[in-house]
């Protein structure tokens, strides 16, 4: 995988992770130009997009886009499963997610996807031990917080 | 889920107010007091972008005063990282704050140091320069005992790390591979992977590790391995064959459901882990038949199993189906997979019918019946809301054009190209209109018409090619005359129609095809004089949209035309204007015309007519200088030499140069090297050399190792060659055709009486023109239309065709009526119209017994697997012979095997050799390898030993031709007759062709029994570098002097063991193990040197500080030294 984007209906970009190295200039060029094609695609249109030379592979959870580029022979359903099983994480530990929760608590959603993703690359498929990892650097914040008010207020995943 | 994010962000501008009053989990959750919170609220509470930037912008002063203060706590410092990378998403510049996040990396306690660690990543890329900063921290935590601590810098690791610090963490990631938490392995496999991907080389020697991932009790560890695995693969697939079988054995527990239920994902059992190995298997059995049937049973099963109908198995459906299309095909596969693609098709999803298209486009060079089957899908997809669907659809149809096709294809392609506004797209699109339109165009206004489309919306983004062959068709022109006069004739004309019209804009590259058309052909007019069209070139001229590099041509073209037009004022007019014009280019142009006007006839001879094929004649010798030269020489100028005698002449009073390759052989004269700038280290004996050798650059070029990539030929297509018997074939116009499928359509509908929709009749109509001539070819060439016609607007050939659009109609409706085929005919179309593939391949393989020769040629690639030719040449036969005379038959039981390998050996002591291993039995026989490492080849001996008590007969070894070596029998192995209880050797010598790391060589040998009845095994052996690294006895000075001149050099240090901690007891292990020569110990350091057969030079110097061993590699070949290292590396941590 190239690059995840995560942008709202009205454009605003939400989270970005690249994993191929590019210029600032670059990375905003391809956001901007992404972002406007992919909101003027229709419902019921494919979630595939020829861009340029790559694959773009997008899915719109409520009022989040979320979208992934891919290489050529990779496979296009199957980063479609990628962004849901994500989405399944995100909603698993925030407990039934919303776009509020990515807004405001953007670097959980960060760490959550660096134990899935690696390097481009799917790291982790179990549901349980992504979440276990995440859990353990938690529990051990937690501990070191444990006198001062977090402003960090995620939900515990039940 | 989606509701309920729904209904949140309906009332996010309301729960932004309700905050205060702390209603709802989602306001509690925003509530907070958080200075991100109240930044993200601040900025959705704007509404123009301008206050956005300037709240922005101000939040950014604000925080970098806060982080530069030396009060900020490491709390304080991650709060501001996190709203920094809020801001730096928001597209604006926080680069002030990158060191501050290393910083807090590198500091903070375990929750700071994660948010400093997700900055780094998120701000950073892998070549920036602070990140060498990180080195250290990295370092520190994957030592650190907490587990945490280690998964962050792994995690860190896997995503931006320097390359050129990666030694410094090698060692470190390598012993976590041995990490007892599965997380902590799975991470270091990542990261070894990140490694693997920016620097190959330094990861080569773990390879052996990797393969004790793959077969980790974990499966994520294991999963993570197979994307290094996939990659390397990739690049090398010959190397892994050997793990088909594991791949296919994980493949079948997973698919199998062997695997803890965790890694289902909707009750799909691990469905990422089964594409990476289907995509594995796709590359390993690619064009290998052995390594494919390993997998046919396991990819049955895996089509079998997806059957639940989720979108997760129709992914690994589609990848099943693209392997099964990789690999060497099996027909049942083949079919199971088509059905699937079927399924793909004729899905009312989208999502599948986009893949199911795809899959289509990726098969159909193998098998256009399939796009038959599927043709009215296709035809709906043509018409598709979806604009990415239309664009699959026509590039499926863009490979299964033909000339019969052609024109609704490209219709439909114009269509699309015409309603995109992407400029990939129209680049893309415009190259394969072009493309199409050369091979098969039906007549000269359709050609000329397609390609003003394509200048025009093509413009100028489209590729330089486009425009360049379009006119070299036009002017080398094809084998008739007349047929290119008309063609160059209409091109004019529509290039003048074009031009009449008021108010249109062309691009400038379609404005240069037409200056040069117009300059070139206008002759061919009747009506329009030159100085009209002159006239028409003028006011494009005196156009300000109009570039003036375009205005270069358009001069161009008026200067070609004024000789042909008697007298002109509006060349006057032109000469006038633009001598004075301030673009020198132009004013030079027009001072060239002006001068050329007043020469009628000297311009008539300089630019004559329809010559731009010709050469010049061109007075090269310059002979109507003599006067001047022998003037000059009176006067006592020096005479002329050419550039290359001055050149011979300067070197000559120098040093010469050798710019032979360095064989080897060392005199001493003659010798120039490459200065080394760190020459002077290598010690006294060196540096004395360098003095006087290393002055002068050699300015030959290395061009050793680099592959010849572009001819002089570029891209163009490749020249069909024609045979004679083609001569009668005849081009067939498209209405031809629709004629017949017209007919074929009544009469269709007469017989059956279908009431069929006007709609569905035109559908039909339309798939009968876009299908004609699939999987078909031979109708079409039983009809008299050999291929010919397709390449109408290919370049010239060297066999004359007849041809001319008038008699070409008429004859070939002759030939439809002469040949009486009509019922076969109309059996053919209704066919296409009925979507009956299976009659379909009836007449196709009626007809393939009328093929010709050429038709052949268009079958389907399926039936092009030949067989590899295993003879190899026998290059090195006789060098090797001499020496060594291979036993003739030993009489020897199986038992006494390894004694005879010995007595067999004693003929050749002085050859070192390994020991006989055995490689393949069975009841009959038994056959052993061992190796010979000889001075100037490997030799393998293969020994057969007959363990029956039968004879055998023509007993044949062969060794399956390798890539990268060079397997050269030795005579006298092949005896046809094998008596019982004996022993044959077979010897081959073996030559590489370039450095590697292992190979395999495999080979089979075959007999027959007495009762005829015939049988064959296979072996294989690997093969190392080492067996073809010998050493390289030369002097220390011969030594200093190759060294210089060596451009490719390795450095590496090694961690010596403490039984080799002195110097030489390293190099009496690197002599031991890979056969190096040690030259000279002095002091600390050592000087060695080898050879890799046949003869690539290679030099090693050593230091040794306390326990490290500096390596420094040098030779005349850029991988040799890797290699090397590499190897050194294995054995310094073996031993």
């Known amino acids: 995988m190239q690059f995840m984007l995560l942008f709202s209906r009205q454009g605003k970009l939400r989270l970005q992770k690249w994993y191929v190295p590019l210029s600032d200039k670059e990375k905003k060029k391809i956001t901007r130009e992404l972002v406007q094609t992919v909101l003027a695609r229709k419902p019921k249109m494919c979630s595939f997009l020829e861009w340029r030379d790559l694959k773009i592979v997008y899915k719109r959870y409520a009022s989040l886009y979320f979208c992934c580029a891919i290489e050529d022979q990779d496979n296009e359903l199957i980063t479609l499963e990628i962004i849901h099983r994500y989405v399944e994480l995100l909603d698993k530990y925030f407990g039934s997610v919303c776009e509020l929760d990515i807004i405001f608590n953007f670097e959980k959603a960060y760490f959550i996807l660096d134990e899935f993703l ?26 070191t917080e444990y006198h001062s008010k977090s402003f960090i207020g995620f939900k515990k995943a039940y | 889920m989606s509701d309920i994010v729904e209904k949140t962000l309906t009332a996010l501008p309301g729960l932004f107010l309700q905050n205060q009053l702390g209603g709802g989990p989602a306001a509690a959750k925003a509530s907070f007091s958080s200075r991100l919170g109240s930044l993200v609220r601040g900025i959705t509470a704007l509404t123009s972008k301008h206050e956005e930037e300037k709240l922005i912008q101000q939040e950014l002063s604000s925080l970098k005063a806060t982080v530069s203060a030396p009060t900020t706590t490491l709390k304080m410092m991650k709060e501001c990282m996190v709203r920094l990378i809020y801001c730096e998403m928001l597209g604006y510049d926080a680069s002030f704050g990158y060191i501050h996040a290393i910083k807090l990396a590198q500091q903070g306690n375990l929750l700071e140091k994660r948010v400093g660690y997700l900055a780094v990543s998120l701000f950073l890329h892998e070549s920036h320069e602070l990140l060498l900063l990180l080195v250290n921290t990295v370092v520190k935590d994957l030592q650190s005992t907490n587990l945490v601590e280690v998964c962050m810098a792994l995690t860190v690791v896997s995503q931006i790390f320097p390359r050129e610090m990666i030694p410094a963490v090698l060692p470190l990631i390598e012993d976590k591979l041995q990490h007892s938490k599965e997380i902590i392995r799975r991470k270091a496999v990542l990261a070894l992977y990140k490694f693997h991907l920016i620097a190959p080389n330094q990861v080569q020697h773990i390879h052996i590790k990797f393969r004790k991932a793959l077969c980790d009790r974990d499966v994520g560890v294991m999963a993570a391995s197979l994307h290094i695995y996939l990659r390397m693969i990739k690049e090398n697939s010959s190397g892994y064959k050997d793990l088909t079988g594991s791949f296919v054995t994980i493949l079948k527990q997973v698919v199998g459901g062997k695997l803890p239920v965790d890694f289902n994902y909707h009750s799909v059992p691990a469905p990422w882990l089964q594409i990476q190995l ?28 997806a059957e639940l109908n989720h979108n997760v198995t129709y992914a690994i459906l589609f990848e099943c189906v693209h392997t099964v299309y990789s690999i060497y095909p099996k027909s049942e596969l083949l079919e199971k997979a088509a059905k699937c693609i079927g399924k793909f098709v004729l899905s009312p999803k989208i999502n599948l019918k986009y893949l199911g298209l795809k899959a289509l486009t990726y098969v159909i060079q193998q098998d256009p019946t399939l796009a038959l089957q599927h043709q009215m899908t296709i035809i709906e997809c043509l018409d598709h809301p979806d604009p990415i669907i239309k664009r699959e659809t026509l590039e499926l149809l863009y490979r299964i054009t033909n000339a019969q096709n052609v024109t609704v294809i490209v219709q439909k392609m114009l269509e699309y190209l015409h309603q995109s506004k992407e400029e990939y797209v129209i680049v893309n699109l415009v190259g394969k209109i072009a493309e199409l339109a050369e091979k098969y165009a039906p007549d000269n206004a359709w050609f000329i018409q397609t390609m003003n489309a394509v200048f025009s919306v ?107 037009a008697h007298s002109s004022d509006t060349v006057e007019r032109l000469i006038h204007e633009f001598t004075i014009s301030l673009d020198t280019c132009m004013r030079q142009h027009a001072f060239e015309l002006k001068h050329l006007h007043e020469n009628v006839e000297l311009m008539k001879s300089l630019l004559p007519v329809d010559r731009s094929c010709e050469d010049l004649a061109v007075d090269a010798s310059l002979s109507f ?52 700038p760190a020459g002077i280290s290598l010690g006294s004996d060196i540096s004395g050399n360098s003095a006087e050798t290393g002055l002068k650059e050699t300015n030959s070029l290395k061009l050793e190792g680099i592959k010849k990539l572009w001819g002089k030929e570029g891209y163009l297509p490749k020249k069909e060659s024609k045979t004679g018997n083609e001569s009668g074939a005849l081009p067939i116009p498209q209405e031809s055709i629709m004629e017949n499928v017209d007919q074929a359509i009544t009469k269709k509908d007469q017989s059956q009486v279908l009431t069929q929709s006007k709609e569905e009749k035109e559908k039909q109509l339309l798939a009968s023109s876009l299908f004609v001539g699939l999987g078909s070819e031979s109708t079409v060439n039983l009809l008299g239309k050999a291929d010919t016609v397709s390449h109408k607007f290919r370049r010239k050939s060297k066999i004359k065709e007849a041809k001319s659009g008038e008699t070409s109609h008429n004859m070939t409706c002759s030939s439809f009526s002469s040949l009486s085929n009509v019922a076969y005919e109309d059996d053919y179309y209704l066919n296409a119209l009925h979507d009956r593939g299976d009659k379909e391949l009836k007449t196709f393989s009626l007809n393939s017994e009328l093929l010709d020769s050429e038709s052949l040629t268009e079958l389907p690639l399926v039936e092009k697997f030949s067989n590899c030719s295993l003879s190899t040449p026998s290059l090195f036969a006789d060098n090797s012979m001499e020496i060594f005379h291979p036993p003739q038959s030993i009489a020897a039981s199986v038992a006494k095997e390894s004694s005879l390998a010995s007595s067999f050996l004693e003929e050749t002591t002085e050859y070192i050799h390994s020991n006989a291993m055995e490689v393949c039995n069975n009841e009959t026989i038994s056959v052993s390898s061992y190796k010979i490492w000889k001075d100037d080849c490997l030799l393998m001996v293969w020994s057969v030993t007959n363990k029956s008590g039968l004879e055998l007969k023509s007993a044949n070894l062969e060794i399956f031709p390798a890539e990268n070596f060079k397997v050269t029998e030795q005579p006298g192995c092949c005896l046809p007759i094998m008596e019982a209880e004996s022993t044959k050797s077979f010897q081959y010598s073996v030559q590489i062709e370039e450095p590697f790391t292992e190979g395999i060589l495999s080979g089979f040998i075959s007999y027959h029994m007495m009762d005829t009845h015939s049988a064959q095994l296979e072996f294989s052996v690997n093969l190392s570098l080492l067996d073809f690294i010998r050493p390289l006895k030369i002097s220390s000075e011969d030594f200093g002097k190759l060294w210089l001149s060596f451009a490719n050099d390795v450095k590496q240090n090694v961690k010596m063991s403490e039984s080799q901690a002195a110097l030489p007891s390293a190099l009496k292990t690197l002599q031991q193990k890979l056969r190096l020569h040690i030259i000279e110990i002095i002091g600390n350091e050592g000087l060695l040197a080898c050879q890799l057969l046949p003869s690539i030079p290679c030099l090693l110097h050593c230091r040794v500080y306390a326990d490290v061993l500096a390596l420094w590699f040098r030779s005349s070949c850029s991988t040799l030294p890797d290699y090397l290292l590499y190897q050194c590396q294995k054995v310094m941590e073996g031993s």
């Open chain 1, 118 to 143: 690696l390097g481009g690359e799917v790291q982790e498929t179990s549901k349980k031990n992504v979440l276990k990892a995440i859990e353990q650097a938690d529990l051990l914040q937690e501990k």
């Open chain 2, 278 to 305: 289907l995509r594995i298997l796709g590359l390993l059995g690619k064009d290998d038949q052995r390594t494919s049937e390993l997998m046919y049973d396991v990819l049955d099963e895996s089509l079998r199993r």
């Open chain 2, 458 to 564: 093509g413009g100028d983004v489209m590729h330089p090619d486009i425009p360049n062959n379009f006119l070299r068709l036009l002017a080398e022109g094809f084998d008739d005359e007349t047929e290119d006069q008309q063609l160059r004739l209409y091109a004019v004309q529509s290039y003048l129609t074009l031009l009449d019209m008021e108010n249109v804009f062309y691009p400038q590259r379609f404005l240069q095809v037409m200056s040069w058309v117009l300059g070139e052909y206008s002759y061919l007019l009747d009506k329009e004089t030159p100085a009209e069209v002159i006239a028409k070139l003028y006011k494009l001229l005196m156009n300000d949209s109009v570039s003036s590099e375009t205005k270069t041509w358009l001069i161009a073209a008026v200067t070609k035309l004024t000789p042909q």
């Open chain 2, 625 to 676: 200088l003599d006067g001047f030269v022998a003037e000059g020489l009176s006067q006592g100028a020096a005479p002329y030499k050419p550039h290359h005698q001055r050149q011979e002449e300067k070197l000559s009073q120098e040093k010469v140069l050798n710019f032979e390759p360095y064989g080897l052989s060392f005199s001493s004269s003659g010798f120039t090297g490459r200065q080394s």
